[in-house]
């Protein structure tokens, strides 16, 4: 895989899996970590969890001004290292109150913005080489696969730890529980029948007869201390990835290149060159941002995210003020696209919130042994070895190669089928390890789908990269349009809440799944082409700062991930996925309407 590649790709490889492996082991648990340990609402969760992943991308355009200014990539990179190995130690630490653990996320989210950006910025440098310049695209697919390698095997992870700690305590793993034990301690569970129900969940988890109030008390105060500290040392196996990333990243980062800051010598700037910034452009932006957070505050006693969405229109107001005339046409069709990829962000990124939810709260606890096939880590990795070797019996023509092929299909498929004879008749399952299917899919779509481009690129048949982004978005509706069908005859969660409800109505893992199977594809159409956009179409001197925009308006759409939150226990279900699905849809629509002007800007 890192044939005729420089060893420097190898070393950012996998210092970035290790961290990815670390973000990722967080971001399965961190949702239900802040409910279970702190009795959070899905609303104040959520935005909490919605500022976290702001801060992530935001951060990210301080780490590359910095980066960039001092032209000390490699040492700004270590240093985020260090400082997200911190936010995860503090994170693993039992017993802290919620601010110190907002404090830690806050650690994590500076870390990674020094981190992120330019590692990638680092791994470009090492093909600025003419020697390796041909080989820039496999290089970031390679380094892609690094980041969903690790994210495809953290929810595995972090729910082996939290059932081993469980099971230290005496305790069986129910991702319901937490709730009901906080209601029952709080007095909010007073009806005999949900109290009878959480006696009965509360025996079956500890293999004990739990009954009356002391014994129930006491196992709920139990059970909440065992839950929290699970995932604390969970947290715990984050920092022990970043050492590792640490690491890898000092013993072997001299094979990575030094950007030097050198002296620009008078009279040898292009003459046609003009200075990004100007008082005027900065002054508008400002007011923006200003003006945005007032309203926000005045109407919807909302200051901190007026901010949030103030910082993004003052961006837009100061680069369209800052171009001039033969640039503006690119700089409008950039800002129309951010518009786009706000919304896409917005209800993408729900896998982590709203659809957990949805994995603990409505999907069945238990499957039979052919679904268990998917949330075993053996029993996956021999079906995707059994299914891998199927691909080269198939496709390739070699003999020895299809030979190579049968022998992985036939030894990986007993394998499998091995560990599919152990299951039992019912196997409980982990709302957290849903949060493994996306990296799944990306590690699986992505060379068919970037092949189906490449056979229509022949036919002259290929779309244009902002009909792509279009495709994406309504592909992203359908993948929530499973969601709403699935939930059509569910309970409301405002429902369970004020009844008290310990048992409900529950459905098939399979309708998450393909609800992850389509916004993967989505992604591969939008995300990914996004950024080819970016390159594209961004003028000169703002090549830099339109990637620096495309974060930003990433982590806009990652503030707005409190839209499911905030409606989760006030709609029905099916009236949530709507929502998402009505975003996308008039997202595709707006950016069919505009078509013809987005091409444009990509031949002129």
């Keep these: 895989m890192f044939k005729n590649h420089p060893k420097g790709l190898f070393v950012a490889f996998f210092a970035n899996m290790g961290e990815r492996f670390g973000f990722y082991t967080m971001m399965a648990i961190l949702v239900l970590f802040l409910q279970a340990r702190y009795d959070l609402s899905a609303y104040t969760a959520s935005n909490y969890y919605s500022w976290f992943y702001y801060a992530i991308y935001a951060l990210a355009l301080f780490g590359g001004i910095l980066a960039d200014s001092t032209r000390k990539y490699k040492l700004v990179i270590l240093f985020g290292i260090i400082i997200m190995f911190a936010g995860y130690s503090v994170l693993a630490i039992p017993g802290m109150p919620l601010t110190i653990t907002l404090v830690g996320l806050f650690v994590i989210a500076f870390g990674n913005g ?3 950006g330019n590692l990638q910025a680092v791994v470009g440098q090492l093909y600025d080489d003419p020697k390796y310049s041909k080989l820039r695209d496999t290089a970031f697919m390679i380094f892609y696969m690094g980041i969903n390698v690790g994210a495809f095997f953290a929810p595995f992870a972090a729910t082996t730890i939290r059932n081993w700690f469980l099971r230290t305590q005496g305790f069986a793993h129910d991702g319901s529980l937490p709730a009901m034990c906080h209601a029952y301690l709080d007095g909010r569970m007073t009806e005999s029948a949900s109290i009878a129900g959480l006696e009965s969940l509360a025996s079956k988890v500890s293999n004990a007869t ?5 014994q129930l008390r006491e196992f709920a105060t139990s059970y909440i201390n065992a839950f ?4 604390n040392y969970a947290f715990g196996l984050a920092a022990i990835a970043m050492i590792i990333s640490l690491l890898v990243y000092v013993v072997f980062n001299r094979h990575l290149p030094n950007k030097v800051k050198t002296a620009v010598k008078p009279g040898s700037a292009d003459k046609g060159e003009r200075p990004i910034a100007n008082l005027p452009s900065l002054a508008i932006g400002l007011v923006f941002i200003i003006v945005t957070a007032a309203v926000f505050h005045f109407a919807f006693n909302q200051f901190a995210l007026g901010m949030a969405m103030g910082l993004f229109l003052g961006f837009v107001a100061f680069i369209i003020t800052t171009s001039v005339k033969e640039e503006k046409p690119r700089v409008l069709a950039l800002v129309l696209v951010f518009f786009v990829v706000i919304f896409f962000w917005m209800s993408f990124h729900q896998n982590g919130l709203t659809q957990t939810f949805f994995a603990r709260d409505y999907t069945v606890k238990e499957v039979g042994p052919i679904f268990n096939i998917f949330f075993n880590l053996n029993s996956m990795l021999a079906f995707i070895g059994c299914l891998a070797g199927l691909a080269l019996l198939i496709f390739r023509k070699k003999p020895a190669q299809k030979t190579v092929g049968l022998a992985m299909f036939a030894g990986f498929g007993a394998l499998t089928y091995y560990f599919v004879s152990g299951y039992q008749v019912l196997n409980p399952i982990a709302p957290e390890i849903f949060q493994s299917f996306n990296p799944l899919f990306i590690v699986a779509l992505t060379f068919p789908v970037m ?6 690129r022949n036919r002259n048949l290929e779309p244009s990269t902002p009909r792509k982004i279009g495709i994406g978005m309504i592909i992203a509706a359908v993948g929530f349009v499973i969601m709403l069908v699935g939930s059509l005859q569910l309970a409301a969660p405002k429902l369970v809440a004020s009844a008290n409800m310990t048992e409900w109505g529950r459905v ?9 199977l389509i916004l993967t594809i989505a992604e591969l159409f939008l995300s990914p082409m996004g950024l080819s956009f970016v390159s594209k179409v961004s003028p000169v001197r703002f090549q830099g700062l339109m990637q620096g925009g ?7 759409g990652n503030k707005l991930l409190f839209v499911g939150g905030y409606f989760w226990d006030k709609i029905e279900l099916w009236q949530l996925w ?6 996308c849809l008039l997202s595709a629509a707006f950016i069919f309407s505009i078509m013809k002007r987005l091409e444009r800007t990509t031949q002129s």
Excluded: H, N, Q
């Design 114 to 116: 020094l981190f992120k």
């Design 210 to 214: 739990i009954a009356g109030a002391d």
């Design 228 to 231: 929290a500290r699970g995932y």
């Design 451 to 456: 092949g189906v481009f490449t056979w229509l």
């Design 508 to 516: 098939s893992p399979s309708w998450l799944i393909s609800s992850y």
């Design 550 to 556: 495309w974060l930003l308006a990433t982590a806009t």
């Design 578 to 583: 709507a929502i998402f699905v009505i975003c």
